[in-house]
């Protein structure tokens, strides 16, 4: 599902529309009765749903879903120096969530890049806001550096707005997913840079107690990040995985491998009717 504006960079392949839900979605891994293929995921007559829902800027001004058991808002207007325009209205929706109990009842995820030398802003130091210093493990970052350096501090800058400006309360009280897809700028030739834009990002919402996962799809993450070694704080993050045709298929999904070797798939989504529906795995 179409997440971010289209942009020049790095084109996405065409994300396919579920058109059909094959099959019948299986009661004993989803705990709802089994629905007829073409129809939304239903949570049932008299049971509660296990199954989740994301929403964000695309769903302003439409339909939200209805009886998720938790619920995951976008807090980006599709790119990462943007505000969703209906925030706060999704965040009341997503706290009438059923609840989950291997969920919190309300996530958040934000999008992510490194724009470099195409982004409006980029940064010319370690410092973030102006006047604070940041401790960057590939610093100095210096005016005109595209590289490592400078990638962390924006990613740095960027988690420090979504926790800051974009009006959350209390920020350190969710768990934030970073959003990595190709749809978003990033760089063709520096994989490192790109990565440690993430650690950024990681680090700050780590250093006022949030906790952090990593949503993509394979082929994207390899294209975007690829490998990431033990010493990276992304290595142990865990997963949310995009992709699965459907209800069946996103719970077969839980056996597949991380994005990163130490992490974990927490989430699996599938596509249903319009909306992004979220499998736990835990």
């Known amino acids: 599902m179409r997440r971010t504006p289209p942009n020049k960079s790095l084109p996405a392949p065409t994300t396919r529309t579920v058109r059909n839900i094959v099959g019948l979605v299986i009661a004993a891994l989803l705990f709802i009765p089994a629905s007829p293929a073409n129809a939304a995921p239903s949570p049932g007559e008299g049971q509660q749903s296990l199954l ?35 925030l706060l209205e999704q965040l009341t929706w997503a706290e009438d969530s059923a609840g989950h109990p291997d969920q919190p009842t309300v996530s958040l995820y934000v999008n992510t890049a490194n724009p470099g030398a195409a982004g409006s802003w980029w940064p ?27 990638a962390y501090m924006y990613g ?38 790109n990565r440690t834009v993430l650690e950024g990002m990681t680090d700050f919402f780590h250093s006022i107690g949030a906790q952090v996962g990593i949503y993509s799809a394979r082929r994207q993450w390899d294209r975007i990040v690829g490998t990431v070694n033990t010493s990276s704080n992304l290595y142990s993050l865990p997963s949310w995985l995009a992709g699965s045709l459907n209800a069946s298929g996103a719970a077969r999904a839980c056996s597949h491998p991380p994005l990163t070797a130490g992490g974990r798939v927490a989430l699996t989504q599938f596509v249903s009717r319009g909306f992004d529906y979220n499998y736990s795995c835990a």
């Open 124 to 150: 010319e130091d370690d410092e973030y806001p102006a006047g604070k210093a940041v401790h960057n493990p590939y610093g100095p970052c210096k005016a005109g550096d595209y590289g490592k350096a400078c």
């Open 156 to 193: 740095y800058a960027k988690a420090h707005d979504d926790a800051y400006l974009r009006g959350i309360s209390n920020p350190s009280a969710y768990f934030w997913w970073l959003d990595v897809e190709t749809e978003n700028t990033w760089s063709s030739t520096d994989r490192d840079a």
């Open 52 to 86: 989740g829902n994301d929403i964000s800027w695309p769903q302003c001004n439409a339909s939200f879903p209805e009886e998720q058991a938790f619920a995951i808002v976008g807090v980006n207007n599709g790119l990462a120096n943007t505000t969703n325009p209906c």
